[in-house]
């Protein structure tokens, strides 16, 4: 507005005021005709671009603008119009909403690496580590079997029950030359002599339990040997939905308390056959290293199944702590201490060690430990053998993102994950088009019959940390890996940009 339209608009404007201070009753609505014809054109123009379906606000603003009855004047006040609930309501009605923050939109798409036909029926989530919001997502609620991903909950599992410096005890009771050897679920316990290690370095032995148990009984013969691995019922040592060629082939021994290199043929190996009865080979091996340190009678001494009764304790040895045994396990998934890790957090916290124990047992302490929603999870071992298992995607996902920022003791198990082209079970994958990803993908592997999955972290390449869980389920074959790296990768390359289209 120019100087020349003040001027000609300051006149009525004067004689408007002065009708106003002269006629209280009728200023409250007069003040509105006024402003309407004063301002009616641009106001009304105005209010149509910025809110077209917010009411009036105009006589409350004319209202307010009456001069104060404590304001100095020389004439006498005039009470100020006060206005109406109505119009108090309208006015609150009129504020403008706060406006939301933009949310960028995302457009790095990997739908045709996810359709990609070698990964059979796919499940899938990523989520964006640092805000939690989840950018990819195909069926990641839909619980599903995990291969060995299992073995990250099985791992987050025991460092919330057990905890890392929890180690594995095996130890020998009795009196007057009759003893049992008692198993506390330490499968790394090994038979071989001394100054050789098995796959499980820095293991206890039984050369050294024996050398005790001299030291005990000193020249006293030997009468029985006893065999006690009742620290769980062992009528589901071997899943019905475990193939038993896992066993012959030697990823999978049963699963007993008490049991000597694993139950393998080979120490030294760690895929080596297992027998159907790891107890009898752990005594019979007990039986050798008591003959060979020297205690009476040894050799001969008949070996019993049964529950210790005495409580006098002739020697004892203990594993590793469960932080460097998750070192063993994960680099090389190791099935075995998968297995004892689950039967001894179910014993541990107070369940009866068995595998039907594991579901409940997982729920709580992954709840409790860790915030996590683990209402839909169904956990039937803790090797991730069993298609009988179902984990969503999501679920698995959001655990990785509390590994990644190493919760609790979780900074255990994101130190012990293979790292793509680098270690583990990783070391020979994304190659080709997807080395590109080499080193920046920290992630457990799985693979059974029916599934090929990949579950970890990702740091992408534009600095986003990323958590994810891909599965390739049904008549999948080797060619998933390759399809889960692609995938992965592609996935790195999106970084926060990934859209779920």
């Known amino acids: 507005m120019t100087s020349d339209d003040e001027a000609t608009s300051a006149g009525p404007l004067s004689r408007a005021t002065a009708f106003i201070r002269s006629h209280p009753r009728g200023s409250a609505i007069t003040g509105g005709a006024l402003a309407l014809v004063l301002f009616g054109g641009s106001a009304l123009a105005a209010g149509a671009a910025t809110a077209p379906t917010a009411p009036s606000t105009q006589a409350g603003a004319v209202a307010d603008s009456t001069p104060s ?3 100095p004047s020389s004439k006498k006040a005039t009470p100020k119009a006060t206005s109406t609930p109505k119009a108090t309501a309208s006015a609150e009605r009129a504020k403008p909403s706060p406006v939301a923050s933009p949310v960028p939109l995302r457009t790095c798409s990997v739908a045709s690496a996810a359709a990609d036909g070698r990964l059979g029926t796919f499940e899938g989530t990523v989520v964006n580590a640092a805000t939690g919001a989840t950018l990819f ?18 791992t987050a599992t025991a ?16 009196k007057d030359g009759d003893i ?19 796959v499980y370095s820095g293991a206890p032995k039984l050369s050294d339990l024996a050398t005790q148990v001299k030291s005990r009984l000193g020249t006293k013969a030997l009468k029985s040997i006893q065999l006690d691995d009742s620290f769980w019922n062992d009528a589901d040592r071997y899943d019905a939905s475990w193939p038993l060629t896992e066993r012959t082939i030697g990823y999978q021994p049963e699963v007993v308390a008490l049991m000597v290199d694993g139950d393998r043929a080979n120490p030294a190996l760690a895929t080596s056959p297992r027998s159907t009865d790891p107890v009898g080979r752990a005594g019979e091996a007990f039986r050798a290293a008591l003959a060979a340190a020297g205690v009476k009678g040894a050799s001969t001494a008949p070996l019993t199944r049964g529950v210790a009764t005495s409580k006098t304790v002739l020697g004892q040895v203990q594993s590793q702590p469960v932080s460097t045994l998750v070192g063993q396990m994960i680099p090389n998934s190791d099935n ?3 297995e004892m890790f689950a039967r001894v957090s179910s014993k541990v916290s107070g369940s009866d060690g068995s595998a039907a124990s594991l579901t409940s047992v997982y729920q709580a302490a992954l709840k409790k430990a860790y915030s996590l929603d683990s209402s839909k999870i169904k956990i039937v071992d803790g090797s991730g053998e069993s298609a009988n298992n179902g984990v969503p995607t999501a679920f698995e996902a959001n655990l990785m993102i509390k590994v990644l920022n190493r919760e609790g003791s979780l900074g255990v198990l994101y130190d012990a994950l293979p790292v793509s082209g680098q270690s583990g079970t990783l070391a020979t994958r994304f190659t080709g088009a997807n080395a590109v ?7 457990k592997t799985g693979w059974i019959d029916s599934a090929y999955t990949l579950a970890g972290t990702i740091d992408a390449k534009d600095g986003t940390k990323l958590a994810f869980a891909f599965y390739a389920i049904g008549n999948v074959t080797g060619t998933a890996r390759e399809a889960l790296d692609t995938l992965t990768t592609a996935a790195y390359s999106c970084g926060a940009n990934l859209t779920n289209s």
């Open 69 to 71: 009855p404590s304001a």
């Open 137 to 154: 997502d195909r069926n990641g609620q839909t619980p599903a079997r995990t291969g060995s991903v299992m073995k990250t909950l099985t």
């Open 159 to 174: 460092l919330s029950v057990l905890g890392p410096d929890y180690r594995f005890t095996t130890k020998v009771v009795g």
């Open 180 to 198: 049992t050897l008692v198993g506390g679920g330490d499968a790394t316990l090994s038979a071989t002599p001394a100054g050789s290690e098995s």
């Open 336 to 338: 075995t201490l998968a």
């Open 437 to 443: 990803a080499r080193g920046a993908v920290h992630a």
